[in-house]
Nanobody, 122 residues
Framework: QVQLVESGGGLVQAGGSLRLSCAAS????????MGWWRQAPGKEREFVAG????????DYGNSVKGRFTISRDTAKNTVYLQMNSLKPEDTAVYYCARANRVTANPFEYDYWGQGTQVTVSS
């Protein structure tokens, strides 16, 4: 079965950096686009970044453009989210998910990981 397992979350001070990883298994990783989403307490799930199956197309949510970078390593079946210049408002549970294309529509994602907590202190 398809599994997505996130890691790399934690507590960091404002201005710091973290790199999240999402290890995929149970499907042909190179066939699918991948995305990162986040959800803060009391807020809706928010699109953070997406990357196409080839890695050639990337998209970012407006709130993270210029600070976050998504990438993928097909040999390792892993997608990454490098987060720089972190702000307290980036605090959320971060999820990776699978889709057939790069999209900010959550209904186009068919598998989700369990999430990893990122907390940014001021």
């Amino acid at each position: 079965q398809v599994q997505l397992v996130e890691s790399g979350g934690g507590l960091v001070q404002a201005g710091g950096s973290l790199r999240l990883s999402c290890a995929a298994s149970g499907h042909i990783f190179s066939w699918y686009a991948m995305g990162w989403w986040r959800q803060a307490p009391g807020k809706e799930r928010e699109f953070v970044a997406g990357i196409s199956s080839s890695g050639g197309t990337k998209d970012y949510g407006n709130s993270v453009k210029g600070r976050f970078t998504i990438s993928r390593d097909t040999a390792k079946n892993t997608v990454y989210l490098q987060m720089n210049s972190l702000k307290p408002e980036d605090t959320a549970v971060y999820y990776c998910a699978r889709a057939n294309r790069v999209t900010a529509n959550p209904f186009e994602y068919d598998y989700w990981g369990q999430g990893t907590q990122v907390t940014v202190s001021s």
